[in-house]
């Protein structure tokens, strides 16, 4: 009796949240974007962690809008932030949405991603994507519902991508070709970069980090391998996943260095026997200034380095 | 009536968050008395201060690979001697995470490895003694943030390592050799799978597939015995302490859930770097 009436009160809450969660789509703002080469629009994250506040739009994502077509790249940390860059979409164009891209599975990236499932719009990921999100999502929501809250979390779905990349795609948005690329194991399981050669834009996702300390979800020596290939990549400009945009190559510098850096410390720390909590606590410390959040990222990055580069 | 609505679906919405999502609150909901109950048989926890230490990061940085060292506190002069530790991490989906069985004349002191935390959790250590007695003491982890998991990061290549073991012992500083004193750490590549996600695609549960057992001798005496659960980090790697025998061997035997067994020994390098 007493559950009954608890999956009552739980089945009018959803209903009653359901309703006004779609009387408040209707009105989200517009995210603030701007267009970095034309009909190409970014919005920059904060270089912040996720939080209620920021409504978990931490990261860089964008629309690129073609002669028929929009295509999507990354949804953003909240189906709220999702529903804004629709706004935004909305705001500049009447095209349909034909491409959702998530450039890989992580929060800040694709928690978006339920503001876009509508007919005819593709979801488009890394062959790796979808067992990631099915084997992290539930860790994922569980512990951004602490964070953010319910109600930034209610909405959040793993969506994940119908079209699976396993090398080079190239997706048609009506005289305007996009390449997408997906890329050996770096940053993560499974990194994909957006080409638009027409205007030689590049949405790299986390395999570029500006000014926000890299995050290795991945493999070290992986990520620095990939590092050198994205940088023969026609491009003049980068969205990287976070950060400001920048010109390329150039903008592989700061990385190349930090992860070399990285990787070089861990390193000597197993020859001379040290332990992990070792590396935790001093690996990289030289570039502790030249990066923000590094306390919240840098311990973990030695860790993960460290638990790969053992098995050397 | 758009505000009216609001402030209802807020409220039930704190409802409802209490209602689904009590692990929030672990203070609220502590599984640790149910714990003893199922792991040890609610036999009498000491207070275990003074016979042993859990050292863990405040805060879980990579949720897959969260270093942890157990350390035994007996003076030398105590008569007692630690027979096991069990490590639990109360939080998690399966909160026994390592039993560790001390070899009788290895004297293993110190035993380093890493687990998956997947929640702001406490984590229990409990000792028992050759008196019979259970002596418990915790410590407590903060969930990592950001888009750390406790799941593989490279999962097509997780399997790769599968089976292969290393050994490697390390120098202690401010004892010599004749101390008989050692350090080593033995790594054995697995890919521990958890087998608590679902195939999003099958629908199915992906078997759990660990390192269930683990075994190490100098010559024929065992010098430590692991009994695992998916709590252990991928590649498991354990840092112990112990005493030589002047044993010429160091061995190792790891069992897991397919009922795979590696076996491998090592020529034991005498200078005891």
Redesign the interface.
Known sequence: MTSNM?LG??V???L??F??ST?SQAQEQELPVSEVAPKIFVHTGQIA??TRENDGATANIGFIVGGNAVAVIDTGGSVREGLRLLAAIRARTDKPVRYVINTHG???HVFGNAAFVSDGTVFVGHR?L???????????T??F???MG??LL?GVR?I?PTLLVDGTTKLDLGARTLTVTSWP?AH??NDLTVLDEQTGTLFAGDLVFLTHTP?L???IR?WLRVIDELGTLPAQRVIPGHGPVSEWPGALTDQRRYLETLASDVRGLIVR?E???VA?DTAAASERSRWQLFD??N??NA??AF?EI??E | MRFRLLCIASALGIMLGAHVAPAATPEANDPWPGLVQDIFNNRPMNDGAEVIGIEMPYRAEDAAIVPVTLRTRLSPDDSRRVLRITLVIDQNPAPMAAKFELGPDANVTEISTRVRVNNYTDVHAVAELSDGKLYMTKTYVKASGGCSAPAAKNAEEASSRLGQMRYRQFARTGQGPSSGAREAQIMIGHPSHSGLQMDQVTQLYIPAFFVNELRLWQDDSVVLAMEGGISISEDPNIRFTYVSNGAKRFRAEAKDTKGHIFQKEWKVDDSGI
Do not use: K
Request: a negative charge; charged letters at 20%; aromatic letters at 6%.
């Open positions: 608890a009160v739980s009018l809450a959803l009653v949240a309703g006004t009387l962690l996720m992580h929060p800040d790796n979808p067992p990631a999100l099915a084997v992290r999502g539930p860790f994922y569980d512990a519902r602490r964070i319910e109600q209610d793993m994940p194991t993560s399981d995050v979800d991945g493999s992986g026997g332990p992990i909590t935790a919240d990222y311990a973990r860790t993960t638990s053992e098995w």
